[in-house]
């Protein structure tokens, strides 16, 4: 099963007021464990950049200024998008950034019937408690120490763990791993895929599958069975 954990950055909280995506960062899950393909993108807003958000996420008018335009990875976006469900805290808000934008190119908008909202499902398992993405991190024992301001792929990686968590995935509560705490956002996915698979018989591939397993990496960015 394909996922996609999805986050934007933007120049503040409503697109009706003006304001823009200026940083997309999104990561496919296979069977809810990434797998190294990701899609990521600072953008252009064509605006300025206020201080509030500024000291959210650290990117400046400056820095941003001659990054690529939306309508220029729209494409893109979908593509990398497909049909898959996508992973979203907050579902309500990024979704609504990206149709606006959608919209202004003249491309369809997402359907809001697409989006799993981590958010939600916080609020649902755990009542009464904080569900923001810090709160969930540190409920997890998630380490957050590579991240003091917002970026939205750093934080789809973030997502994307605490997303395994709110699943089940790791299934610490079991105590099937010895060692229940994340070093990094990403080292849920060997781990994930060595638990997922310590029970499978071994098998030795053959020549002409090493070789098109070589071809389909060749593709990917930095994938994790190179690491």
């Not at 997303?163 to 070093?183: C, F, K, P």
Request: charged residues 25%; aromatic residues 6%; proline residues 6%.
């Amino acid at each position: 099963m394909r996922e996609v954990v999805l986050d934007t950055e933007t120049t503040g909280l409503d697109p009706g007021s003006g304001h823009r995506v200026v940083e997309i960062g999104c990561l496919e899950l296979i069977n809810h464990v990434p797998t190294g393909v990701e899609f990521h993108h600072y953008l252009d807003p064509e605006r300025d950049m206020p201080d509030e958000a500024f000291r959210i996420h650290g990117l400046s008018g400056e820095f941003l200024k001659g990054q690529k335009k939306f309508a220029a990875v729209a494409e893109e976006l979908n593509a990398f998008l497909e049909d898959s469900p996508l992973v979203i805290h907050n579902a309500s808000f990024d979704i609504k950034f990206l149709n606006a934008e959608f919209e202004a190119v003249g491309q369809p908008p997402l359907a809001m019937s697409r989006a799993v909202d981590t958010m939600l499902m916080a609020r649902q398992k755990f009542p009464g408690a904080p569900a923001s993405l810090d709160a969930l991190c540190k409920r997890f024992d998630i380490d957050l120490t590579v991240r003091d301001k917002h970026g939205a792929l750093l934080d789809s990686q973030l997502l994307a763990a605490v997303y395994l968590e709110l699943i089940g995935g790791r299934q610490t509560d079991l105590a099937l791993v010895a060692d229940t705490r994340m070093e990094t956002p990403t080292d849920v996915v060997p781990r994930a895929i060595r638990e997922a698979r310590s029970d499978l018989p071994g098998a030795q591939p053959t020549a002409e599958e090493i070789s098109a397993h070589e071809k389909f990496l060749d593709r990917l960015t930095d994938p994790v069975w190179r690491h």
